[in-house]
């Protein structure tokens, strides 16, 4: 961060809306590291304000919280997150490649997790979705391009190429306690696909998007059809059921109950604070 002030990373955060809950995470960290003189409720408010529900900003909020209590100042905070990061990405890139993952992928959106996947397991092809709405696709492909093979297809021939795929792939905006995980829209009919066809649906997510909220307390994003004007949910919800293996920094999951959620959530606030 260039010496930014606490309300230029605030704005940032409220005016962004391409980026993914890590992004968000990271710029929270910001957030309270230019916060200075800001009261630990008005830090708080503002990181629950910017996108009410996020998993990984209710767990900034959390974590500030329990270490303000402990006598720790912003800068001490920021530094203890800026730790953990460092652990998370080693400890995820250490367990995806221990994960055994190979074959051809079939995946939606754009993730960094996924990404980091990709470059890490380098499978034999990638079948990436259109991900309508939005164009965040095109980008996405030109980054997985540079370690495999990518072929886009439409949204909806993904019965068809979940058939053909090895493994069902997605990242995660946030793991909730009532036994849900929220991703662009398209994530639960790609993973409806996968148990369909008897395939694996493997998730890849950092520890700090597991939240103790339920994910009707998320305010997903919402965007309008251009002939009815009916609005419809960019992100959604799926039930956790539907994974295969969950692949975090805490560790890899075979199977994933609401159980799991809450004690990965719960090892975060202590691996962050401690």
């Known amino acids: 961060m260039a010496d930014e002030s606490y309300n230029s990373v605030l704005r940032s ?19 309270i590291e230019a916060s200075k003189y800001e009261s630990i409720e008005k830090i708080s408010a503002d990181l629950n304000s910017v996108r009410p529900g996020m998993g990984s900003l209710n767990n ?3 974590v500030i919280g329990k270490a303000f209590e402990n006598g720790m100042d912003a800068f001490e905070v ?5 730790s953990y990061i460092k652990w998370s990405d080693a400890a ?19 993730s960094s997790e996924v990404l980091n996947l990709i ?31 990518v072929e886009m297809i439409p949204d909806s021939a993904i019965a068809s190429f ?32 996968a148990e369909y066809n008897g395939k694996t649906a493997v998730v890849v997510s950092s520890s700090f ?35 295969g293996k969950l692949v975090t920094d805490m560790g890899v999951f075979s199977s994933v109950t609401r159980e799991t959620i809450m004690g990965i959530s719960e090892r975060f606030i202590e691996k962050c604070i401690h």
């Open 119 to 149: 470059k890490v397991c380098r499978p034999d092809r990638v079948y990436l979705m259109e991900s309508r709405p939005g164009t965040e696709a095109d980008l996405a492909s030109h980054e997985m391009s540079q370690f495999t093979e």
């Open 60 to 62: 900034l909020s959390m």
């Open 162 to 193: 979940a058939a053909r795929s090895d493994y069902i792939l997605t990242g995660s905006d946030g793991f909730y306690s009532d036994g849900f995980y929220t991703n662009k829209t398209g994530t639960l009919p790609l993973l409806l696909s």
């Open 209 to 243: 998007k597991f939240s103790n909220l339920n994910s009707d307390e998320l305010r997903l994003f919402t965007v309008r059809l251009p002939a009815s004007n009916e609005e419809f949910e960019l992100f959604e919800r799926v039930p956790v059921r539907l994974i």
């Open 13 to 31: 955060m409220k005016k962004n809306y391409s980026e993914g809950s890590s992004w968000y995470f990271r710029r929270g960290i910001d957030l």
């Open 78 to 82: 920021a530094a203890f997150l800026r």
């Open 92 to 110: 995820l890139s250490e367990n995806l490649a221990r994960s055994g993952l190979k074959g051809t992928f079939l995946t939606v959106s754009r």
